[in-house]
């Protein structure tokens, strides 16, 4: 039986904000001024984030992640690709998740067929390739009509996965992207093609399409609790419809997590930089406060009758993640998890057992958090956290997912 | 309820009619019948007294079925030629406002043999170098969760203006109209989302294919689509006529519902 896979995520956060961002600017996405990066602070600012991803994989940890995002503070990977290709050279055991490069926004999916074959033949086959719809900030920076993205998307990834596993040359009719001569050189390592994850915000569009495929479905929701699990459930049930069989790592989790010696000391270390990350980084994409760009008339993409659903629940001008008010309020979201090894092994095992995933993608790394918290904040947890977590939840899978041990090896 | 399901060409299109008298095709923008509203407006019953207003619901908008293939203007022009030749329109008068302005425009270029006149409403489509189109896009999404001033403020004369307030209140609306909202911003992003936004780059230059009667209407202080497009029009249409509407911004059907509806009624049936 496998154990619960343990994912470093880094989202290379903008850490030199000013102190009074918050009031002055009323989003850090899009259109928040590119005059505020400070190009002396920001010297050696990707090389401390790739030594901390290297050092995740030193560690332990089962694989680092990477995502795209563009003209924002939240996440300074326009080009995840490149993080990759540095990764691939200074990391030797993790894979590498690129989740993943959002394929509206780019002119040609072939491209990205050929640069994840690269990055799969350059890691050693340890790449897992990720696709992204993208949302309402990517709609804006690269005017991409938003009704149309969810169409150029799904036929981007099958004309990618079709570029890696059927001989070239062959025609792509489109519509979208028509192409006459089909013939990615390189081809990937790994065979039939690297593993594909899918990121979804629990729309029915999204788990129907992946799960026809016979992808992983990743939830892209930062907090956790019923829903969670009610998203593993219509994956499991969407998967069923297939005829193919839910385990743990069919789904995966994004939450954050800080590790100190105790309760008390890993709130004194944090405090400032998850509430630098809440504040100023999801202004604009999960704060009420603002100009929330993420969702809405303005970027429909999802279909009018998912637009309801979410509408009928949806209260607006409720608070957000990134409203978070104090440690108890930031506690009931079960997002950011902080605290003693032992806490957070205690609060994990039960978001396992909650959510029935096999793969948690963790944030270490928050807002304007120093290199030195981050590295002390992964390394606790790989030694004093991750080992009781893999033998724990051995026994969960073992217990709720017991045919899995006739199952061949998850990838 | 006086609309109608249309079948034409493989779709169904929602069409409200009202009124008697000459024929106009009214076509619709954001703020409107088949946009934010579910029922016909002070502006389409005033408009009704003076002739036979045929309003049809743009793709995905109302009851007409979405069309997921729908990419550019051109699918929208021949969608609209099917939908005049199934209400058997031979010659008509074509009436628009907001992007249903731009339709209409894109419709009368091309054919200008089947439009007798044309009334344009604070349309938009143009591209005028330096003075762009609002960013209708971006304003639809509330500040703070729930305040609505933006896109009142490029819709309607002013973030509070009364009218504004009434047809986009702060926070949550009802869900009607809230989709109603959703379906016709979902509409106008396929079409107008890119470039950005809201226009077709080679219209301007085109406009001289319509020789027929053509009046332009515009708001004042109309800051979504500036005033210097109003010129525009009124220089590339062979025979234009241009009011402004003193103390309006872009939604003159809603802000000023029956003067408008006397001025259309009174061109169409000039």
Request: glycine letters at 8%; one cysteine or more; aromatic letters at 10%.
């Amino acid at each position: 039986m496998h154990p619960v896979k343990l994912f470093c995520w880094h989202f290379m956060a903008y850490p030199y904000l000013p102190e009074d961002f918050d009031e002055k600017y009323d989003t850090g996405w899009v259109t928040v001024p590119n005059s505020l990066w400070n190009r002396e602070k920001a010297k050696g600012l990707y090389q401390e984030y790739i030594d901390q991803l290297v050092y995740a994989d030193e560690l332990g940890f089962d694989g680092m992640v990477l995502n795209e995002h563009h003209q924002n503070i939240y996440g300074l990977m326009p080009s995840p690709n490149m993080i990759a290709a540095a990764l691939s050279q200074r990391t030797k055991n993790g894979k590498i998740v690129v989740l993943g490069n959002i394929l509206p926004m780019h002119l040609n999916p072939l491209r990205i067929a050929e640069e994840y074959a690269m990055l799969d033949c350059m890691s050693g086959g340890r790449l897992i390739a990720g696709f992204a719809v993208g949302g309402g900030p990517e709609a804006f920076n690269y005017d991409v009509p938003s009704p149309r993205a969810r169409r150029q998307f799904w036929e981007a990834i099958d004309l990618i996965v079709k570029t890696w596993t059927d001989d070239g040359p062959f025609v792509h009719e489109g519509p979208e992207y028509p192409l006459r001569y089909v013939n990615a050189w390189p081809r990937p390592e790994q065979t039939p093609h690297p593993p594909v994850w899918v990121p979804g915000a629990r729309s029915r569009e999204t788990m129907e399409n992946a799960a026809q495929r016979g992808y992983a479905y990743f939830l892209s929701s930062r907090s956790h609790g019923d829903q969670t699990r009610q998203a593993a459930e219509a994956y499991a049930a969407t998967m069923a419809k297939y005829d193919r069989s839910y385990t743990p790592f069919d789904f995966g989790i994004l939450l954050s997590v800080y590790v100190s010696e105790t309760d008390e000391q890993a709130k004194i270390e944090s405090r400032e930089s998850i509430w630098y990350f809440l504040r100023n980084c999801l202004k604009g994409h999960l704060r009420t406060k603002g100009r929330t760009l993420t969702w809405g008339p303005g970027v429909p993409s999802t279909s009018p009758e998912s637009w309801r659903g979410f509408l009928e629940n949806w209260q607006f001008g409720a608070d957000q993640l990134g409203d978070t008010r104090d440690w108890e309020d930031l506690d009931r979201r079960a997002s950011i998890i902080v605290g003693s090894p032992e806490t957070v092994r205690e609060k994990l095992i039960a978001l396992v057992e909650l959510a029935q995933t096999g793969n948690l993608l963790i944030q270490f790394h928050f807002g304007n958090m120093s290199d030195e918290l981050a590295r002390k904040s992964m390394r606790l947890f790989a030694e004093r956290v991750a080992p009781a977590l893999r033998a724990e939840s051995k026994d969960v899978f073992a217990r709720d997912f017991p045919e899995m041990e006739r199952m061949e090896p998850a990838q | 309820m006086t609309g109608a399901l249309l079948h034409a060409a493989g779709s169904d299109v929602w069409v409200e009619s009202l009124g008697d008298g000459k024929q106009v095709v009214y076509l619709h923008g954001i703020a409107d019948l088949h946009g934010i509203e579910t029922e016909p407006m002070a502006f389409h019953r005033a408009l009704a007294e003076t002739c036979s207003v045929i309003a049809p619901a743009h793709p995905g908008c109302a009851r007409t079925e979405e069309d997921e293939t729908l990419e550019s203007m051109d699918d929208v022009v021949f969608h609209y030629l099917r939908v005049f030749d199934a209400l058997e329109l031979d010659t008509f008068t074509l009436a628009g406002s907001s992007l249903g302005g731009w339709i209409a425009a894109e419709i009368a270029v091309r054919h200008p043999e089947r439009i007798d006149r044309l009334a344009l409403i604070g349309p938009t489509c143009l591209h005028v170098p330096g003075h762009p189109i609002g960013d209708v896009f971006w304003f639809a999404q509330p500040d703070d969760g729930v305040r609505f001033d933006g896109l009142r403020n490029l819709l309607f004369a002013g973030p509070r203006s009364e009218a504004g307030l009434e047809m986009i209140p702060d926070a949550k609306d009802k869900i009607e109209r809230e989709m109603g909202k959703y379906r016709v911003f979902r509409f106008a992003s396929l079409i107008g989302f890119k470039p950005p936004y809201l226009y077709n780059p080679r219209l301007r230059e085109r406009l001289d294919r319509y020789g027929g009667p053509a009046l332009i209407l515009w708001g004042e202080n109309d800051s979504m689509v500036p005033r210097q497009h109003a010129d525009a029009y009124f220089d590339g249409l062979r025979q234009a006529r241009l009011e402004v509407i003193y103390g309006c911004g872009h939604s003159l059907i809603v802000e000023a519902p029956t003067g408008i509806a006397d001025i259309v009624g009174e061109f169409i049936n000039g």
